[in-house]
Structure formats: C-alpha cells, structure tokens
C-alpha cells in the first residue's frame, strides 16, 4: 500500500501529480521506494502521510494548501511569537482558521513562546530578509519540528514570500529537523504562481491580507 491508501496505483506518481520541481523537495525520500512503503504500512489508519505545516499566516497557507491538501493529511501550525501585538496576533489566526474550515484542515494555536524581543536582542534595526530574520525563522522552525515529532513531515509556508530567502528557510528547516529528529520537507512555495495565487484565493475568500511581515521592526518601516 501507498499514501493514497489505494494500492500500488498511486505512490511516487501520485505524488508527483501533485508536487512538482519547485514546489517541494523531489530528492527527498518521500519520493522514493522506503517512504512509500512506510506511508503503505500506515494506510489502514491514515491514508496519507500526514505534514504539519508551520503557518506564518492566512495569505501564504492560500498559496499552499491546494498544492498539498490532496496528498498529506494536513494539520496547520501557527507559530509565530514574532507577531508581539495581540490584535494583529488573533486578526492572522483567526484568518487561518476561516481558511482551515474553507479546506477541512485543523489548526494548531502554538501561542506564546519564546520571547521574541530577548531572541532578536541586537538586531532590531536589521532590514527584512537580515540577522533578525534569521533568528526568527529559527525560533518558529525549532517548535515546529519539535511538534512535527508526531507527524510523518513538516514543512512552512514561509517560503511562499518574494521577499524571503527559501534556500535560507529549508537550511533552517532541514537543522531543525535533525536536531528534533523529525523529517522537513523543503519547499518553494513562491515559484510556478504561488504568489498569484496566494493573492487569487485570498481574495475570493476575502482574507485580511496584511502589508507588514509581522514583527513591530516590520511594521515601523511601512
Ligand atoms: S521581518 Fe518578518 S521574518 Fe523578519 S524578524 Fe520580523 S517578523 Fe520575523
């Protein structure tokens, strides 16, 4: 048996279908003959691997979810202790829990967390895409692979902004994997219209679509 819980007839084509070059990580071994007989040995109770996807917000998970939600049993994670303003912090989760219901995808509330301001202490003026951001990755990944223990893959949509670094963000990802000893899929969710259609569905849901990453350094420079 195979992810789709179907036999022989789905497996790495199945997948495939679904994910193509620039979307996740083909050389990862969920594409491969071990992973595909590990999703069989689980198809009696789960049907499809399961991927916890660390969200950084609604707009991004809609740029996502449909590339994903037909091949992994999907779980939402939001995790984002950057976003120190509570407002804006219940404005995003709440948005991807419209957009969760939209799609039959639970998701998680990670809260508080690590201090964001002790983590990023020194870097404060960096510019988007500098030191502080690194930090920030790092701190959101580390929890989300911790939780991804209890999941076949984890994965963020973090890769889906033009203006963040996905090679820099599957580095973070694949380290924090390791370190949890759970299994991080690398992604580019921004490539073959991932963008566009972050925008194209968020609009038709009419998701609140912020014009600021979300940490308050992000938002002073509006
Ligand atoms: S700009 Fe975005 S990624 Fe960078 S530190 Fe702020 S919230 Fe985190």
């Known amino acids: 048996m195979d992810a789709g819980g179907n036999g022989s007839a789905r497996g790495v084509g199945y997948l495939m279908k679904y994910l193509h070059p620039g979307f996740v990580d083909v050389d990862h071994p969920a ?9 069989g040995e689980k198809s009696e109770n789960s049907p499809r691997p399961t991927l916890l996807l660390h969200c950084c917000c609604a707009p991004c998970a809609a740029g996502a979810v449909e590339r ?4 992994f049993e999907l779980t939402f994670y939001y995790y984002n202790p950057n976003i120190t303003e509570k407002e804006e912090y219940l404005k995003r989760f709440h948005e991807l829990e419209r957009l969760g219901e939209h799609f039959s995808v639970p998701v998680i509330d990670g809260g508080d967390g690590e201090d964001f301001f002790e983590a990023v202490e020194g870097s404060e003026n960096e510019p988007e895409g500098g030191k502080r951001c690194k930090v920030c990755f790092e701190m959101r990944l580390k929890k989300t692979a911790e939780l991804a223990r209890e999941y076949d893959y984890f994965a963020t949509t973090l890769t889906l902004s033009p203006l963040k670094n ?16 759970s299994e991080y899929l690398k992604t580019d969710f921004k490539k073959r219209g991932g963008v566009l259609r972050s925008k194209a569905l968020s609009e038709e849901l ?15 420079r509006l």
């Open 206 to 220: 009419e998701l609140y679509r912020q014009d600021y990453c979300g940490c308050v350094f992000s938002k002073r």
């Open 31 to 39: 594409f491969g003959a071990p992973a595909r007989a590990s999703f």
């Open 68 to 71: 994903l939600v037909n091949v």
């Open 166 to 181: 996905a090679r820099l963000i599957n580095e973070i990802g694949e380290r924090a994997g390791e370190a949890a000893g």
